[in-house]
């Protein structure tokens, strides 16, 4: 059986200065993924017609689908589609469905009258099958030359998204038949990702041809992800098994989950488990452990909100630090952040806490206390226990390395490893 590959192409200025992250190859590729499409390229392109037309011409050349998103709203810059009519050797008609739904949505929704600009939206190249969109007012379309399927897709996320599961996914399972591909997923903490590929080398290097092994480390962790192609389902999803459960075993000292979750979902489950909760008191991170904590559906279970204590005034007005721990040892100490940890959690009435205080940089930092220093508190109803942590990069990640740490120390108190 043949392995079908495919290329995503995203337009726009916007994502080759930065402006926009591209979140739609990311889930364009999980999604083709999903029924057994091999991703061979991510190509992001501008706003300009030669680099469009070189990007469909090196992604045809080997690969049998071709998504492509961005460039079909109203403005002069929106170019795909002119580009495509272009390409496929098209000319540009009216699809009468589109613009009676474009009509209703400015008409009937946002009571608006319909410019020329909005109604040249309704038109598609002659060439193309239209995927009519329910949620806007730019058409997906799908062109196929030489049995290659080019799909052309707004930039907008929901409706890109809308798209893909509705209109493009069923149409590549009625057309293609690849190979399967599956994937297991675990998360580690506490080892560097070179003493994680040392401790398993054996493992790996036993690894058969059709299964490989990727390492993703972020933030402190690793996560380790095995993926195998094969022509039956069946055999591949036993044989990743039985492998799976052999590397549970050798990294289970590290082991943080058996599933592709984020520490706070893993942290999350464990709370809600056991009908327990948690409360933060947070400085230097803003309030970005709370947002973690409370970002998935049913949080509101588990977390119960917070207290951010930036200013040293609400670290003793609120949680009641004592001044003369700001005023000997500071807020960036294991002192400040243990009673931080301990009055947010009597105050909030929860099982447990989490604090955190230091200095995130490019400023603040003394000889005593560089940048990066941060103290980490965590407690529950019979302790507290705090870890102080060095870290190297800019503000940004700083942060978010220690709300990902922080989680992880709460976890393993809950779990009674510290």
């Known amino acids: 059986m043949e392995q079908i590959q495919a290329t995503i192409i995203t337009i726009g200025d ?31 392109v501008g706003d300009n017609k030669q680099s469009i037309i070189d990007a469909l011409n090196h992604a045809s050349a080997k690969n049998k689908i071709i998504i492509i998103t961005g460039g079909l709203g109203p403005t002069a810059d929106d170019i795909t589609k002119p580009l495509l009519n272009e390409y496929f050797d ?33 038109e598609v190249p002659d060439t193309c099958e239209v995927l009519f969109n329910e949620t806007g007012t730019a058409p997906g379309m799908l062109f196929k030359k030489n049995g290659t399927f080019f799909f052309s897709l707004p930039g907008v996320p929901h409706e890109m998204k809308w798209l893909t599961e509705n209109k493009v996914i069923p149409i590549i399972k009625e057309n293609f038949t690849s190979k399967f591909i599956s994937h297991r997923t675990l998360l580690t903490a506490g080892i560097g990702e070179s003493f994680l590929a040392e401790s398993i080398m054996d493992f790996e290097n036993n690894l058969p041809d059709h299964i ?33 459960e052999k590397l549970k075993l050798a990294v289970a000292a590290h082991l943080v989950t058996d599933e592709d979750d984020t520490m706070e979902v893993v942290v999350g489950k464990l709370l809600k488990s056991s009908n327990q909760t948690v409360a933060t008191a947070e400085s230097c991170t803003g309030g970005y452990i709370g947002h973690l904590l409370s970002k998935h559906a049913g949080s509101s279970q588990f977390y119960t909100g917070g207290i951010i204590s930036y200013d040293n005034r609400i670290k ?4 009641d630090v004592p001044p003369h721990i700001l005023q000997t040892v500071g807020a960036v100490s294991k002192e400040a952040v243990e009673q931080m940890a301990l009055s947010v959690r009597d105050k909030m009435k929860t099982d447990f806490a989490i604090s955190v205080s230091g200095i995130m940089g490019p400023t603040g930092q003394t000889d005593e206390k560089p940048k990066g220093m941060v103290w980490i508190g965590v407690a529950n109803k019979e302790k507290v226990i705090s870890k ?31």
């Open 212 to 244: 490989k092994l990727a390492y993703l480390p972020n933030f402190g962790m690793v996560r380790l992800r095995l993926t195998g192609t094969d022509n039956n389902d069946q055999s591949l999803n036993q044989t990743l098994d039985v492998l799976f």
């Open 14 to 44: 916007e994502l080759l200065i930065g402006q926009v992250i591209d979140t739609n190859s990311a889930f364009i590729a999980q999604a083709l993924n999903s029924v057994g499409i091999l991703v061979q390229n991510r190509i992001a």
């Open 316 to 319: 003793t007005e609120f949680l």
């Open 90 to 122: 098209g000319k540009m008609v009216v699809h009468q469905p589109t613009l009676d739904h474009i009509t209703y949505i400015f008409e009937q929704v946002h009571k608006r009258p319909m410019i020329d600009r909005n109604r040249k939206q309704a």
């Open 388 to 418: 102080v942590f060095y870290l190297r990069f800019d503000r940004q990640r700083n942060i978010e390395i220690t709300a990902s740490q922080a989680i992880n120390l709460l976890r393993l108190l809950i779990i009674n490893k510290i």
